[in-house]
T-cell receptor, first 113, second 114 residues
C-alpha cells in the first residue's frame, strides 16, 4: 500500500512565476488537504479538496488555487510567486471515517528567488 | 480565535530520561487532538490522536498523551527517550465543525543528549 506521494521534491522558481505541485493520496482516501510550512513554524492550512471541489479554505490569497482529479490526486497552483512563498508544501491524505485522521506526504520544498 | 500553544521551543533530555512536551489549546468545545513528529526535511508522522473516551491515549514509538479538559491540555509523554526520538514535535487540533482543518502549534524541538 503506497503512502502519500508528492512531486517534485524540490523546486526553485523566480519571483513572479507560477508553480504547480502534485499529490497522490493513500489508497482508499478521497480527501486531500494542503498545508504551507514556513521555516521554523508549524504548518498552516491552505485548503481541502473532496469530490473534486474545494471544501474549506484557510487564510491564503487567491494566488493559491487547487484542483482534484477523479482519481483523488490533487494539484496546488501558486501564481505570481513572492519571496514569502518559499516554504515546505505538505499534502495530507485524509481518512474521514470514523474520525478524521490526516497522513502527510514528504512535502515539496519551494524556493523563490 | 482558535489557537494551539506549545510553550517550549526547545527541550533537551538525556537518553533514557523521561519526556513531557506541553500543549494547550484555545477553543470553545473539545476539538480532536493530535501529535505529529517531523524529522529534518521530512513530512509529518502521526504519533497519536484523541477523539473521545479514555483521556490517556497510546501512540506509536512508545509515546502516550493525556487529555485534560479542565486545563485545555494534551501533553505528550514518553517514559524513556531514545536518541532516535530527536526531532520536531507538533501538537495539532481539529475543531469538530471543521475537522479537516488542522491547526498546529509552533512546535517543540527535542534534543537528546547521549
Amino acid at each position: 500500500d503506497a503512502g502519500v506521494t508528492q512531486s517534485p521534491t524540490h523546486l526553485i522558481k523566480t519571483r513572479g512565476q507560477q508553480v504547480t505541485l502534485r499529490c497522490s493520496p493513500k489508497s482508499g482516501h478521497d480527501t486531500v488537504s494542503w498545508y504551507q510550512q514556513a521555516l521554523g513554524q508549524g504548518p498552516q492550512f491552505i485548503f481541502q479538496y473532496y469530490e473534486e471541489e474545494e471544501r474549506q479554505r484557510g487564510n491564503f490569497p487567491d494566488r493559491f488555487s487547487g484542483h482534484q482529479f477523479p482519481n483523488y490526486s490533487s494539484e496546488l497552483n501558486v501564481n505570481a510567486l513572492l519571496l514569502g512563498d518559499s516554504a515546505l508544501y505538505l499534502c495530507a491524505s485524509v481518512k474521514r471515517e470514523p474520525f478524521p485522521e490526516q497522513y502527510f506526504g514528504p512535502g515539496t520544498r519551494l524556493t523563490v528567488t | 480565535a482558535q489557537s494551539v500553544t506549545q510553550p517550549d521551543i526547545h527541550i533537551t533530555v538525556s537518553e533514557g530520561a523521561s519526556l513531557e512536551l506541553r500543549c494547550n489549546y484555545s477553543y470553545g468545545a473539545t476539538p480532536y487532538l493530535f501529535w505529529y513528529v517531523q524529522s529534518p526535511g521530512q513530512g509529518l508522522q502521526l504519533l497519536l490522536k484523541y477523539f473521545s473516551g479514555d483521556t490517556l491515549v497510546q501512540g506509536i514509538k512508545g509515546f502516550e498523551a493525556e487529555f485534560k479538559r479542565s486545563q485545555s491540555s494534551f501533553n505528550l509523554r514518553k517514559p524513556s527517550v531514545h536518541w532516535s526520538d530527536a526531532a520536531e514535535y507538533f501538537c495539532a487540533v481539529a475543531p469538530m465543525d471543521s475537522s479537516y482543518k488542522l491547526i498546529f502549534g509552533s512546535g517543540t524541538r527535542l534534543l537528546v543528549r547521549p
